[in-house]
């Protein structure tokens, strides 16, 4: 067993083979290490698939819908200029780490990027100031939300194989990222700014980013923040109701039913397309297109998750999996700590975000399981996962290039800047679940 996951780890990390077939192949090698017959080995990967997208497949889907939603109806920009309308520059930098936060909860971290890049120079140009001053906390936000809060992918796909409730998920992973995308956003960005550690950079000349393609609507940007707010207060209601003491009834049996994420999203999406459905026929026509396309990265993402749940599964039926979980606690080394370092040599070696979580919660799930934890505390593992995941974006991170291309800067210059802040965000949000760790 020991020897399928260095296996694993040597196709991802060293032969850069994607992860979808290198969890599959170390699955397998490891059933058949076990002892198990080619068929029954084949049967306990299929198990783990099914098991896994059964659960979430249709969450992902939903999600990426409700963000298309949301952001083809104009809400991603009139929120983003309605939270940060009539500041300072300082208090602009703050208030773009909590549009970050908001807006990548329905929208994948590329698309909001890209979405709100002329918001970012528009600022720039009104301050005088490097793009960068501005561009930091807003991406700082992006990437925290995106890895520790669903409905987005990668922390969906934790909650599933480590078999916590995404209600959880949500509550402890929205604590840590608001401190985690403000140290890796404005406050990082204020200490590189006086130290003079922003390139200007050479920023793309984009056709639209010398007015807003829409005028500006509060109207819009109130229903967008009720909108994103909405599955989470839903989720999250339906996890706590049960512990916070909330009688048996109807009206519990209505909030915990709300609750469940596959009824959520189809609420937020189904609220999404009445407040911001196109009136013409082109419109909706291209919002048909805009959600076909979301759904195509969601094929990639459910691969993955798939075959991290097929790993898990063959932990499980050999036994390995406890095996392992014995001698990682005998060594005295914390679930929490496991599943954070997991994921952070993954992203490191591999650069995916959502693989290298996918990855450290299949290896975490079993020392986990055997640690007895609580559904808080397999929360804030997630958590872990979630920052370690965050951390170190380099080279082989595809949206390490987004950023120095859209800029124009250097490799060292992005280095300096997007991996730095990259880096404090992941690991103040691993800081904040170990930190909460022992009272839950």
Known sequence: MLLSILALLILIMRAKMHPFPALLIAGIAAALGAGLAPAEAIAAVAKGMGGTLGGIAAVIGLGAMFGVLVEHGGGVTALAKYVTRGSGSKLTRWMLGLVG???????????????????????????????????????????????????????????????????????????????????????????????????????????????????????????????????????????????LGLAEGLLRNIVETAGLPVIALLIACGAAFLAMRPSDADGRAALRQAIEKSLEPVGVVLLVTGAGGAFKQVLVDTGAGQSLANATLALGIAPIVCGFLIALLVRIAQGSATAAMITAASLTFPIAAAAALTQPQLALVAVAIAGGATACSHVNDSGFWLINRYFGLTTTETLKSWSVSSTLTGMTGFLTALLLYPFV
């Open 101 to 243: 936060i908001i807006i990548a909860i329905p929208v994948f971290f590329d698309v909001a990027f890209i979405i709100l890049f002329p918001l970012i120079m528009a600022f720039s140009r009104r301050f005088s100031m490097v793009p960068l001053a501005f561009a930091l906390p807003l991406l700082a936000g992006l990437a925290g939300a995106h890895a520790f809060i669903p409905p987005t992918p990668g922390p969906i796909a934790v909650a599933q194989q480590l078999q916590v409730d995404l209600g959880w998920v949500m509550l402890f992973g929205l604590i840590a990222c608001i401190p985690a995308a403000l140290v890796g956003g404005p406050i990082y960005t204020s200490i590189a700014l006086r130290k003079g550690w922003l390139a200007a950079g050479d920023p793309l000349s984009l056709a639209g980013d010398k007015s807003p393609q829409r005028d500006f609507d509060p109207h819009i940007a109130k229903i967008a923040l009720g909108l994103v707010l909405l599955p989470l207060v839903l989720i999250i209601a339906g996890a706590v109701a049960g512990p």
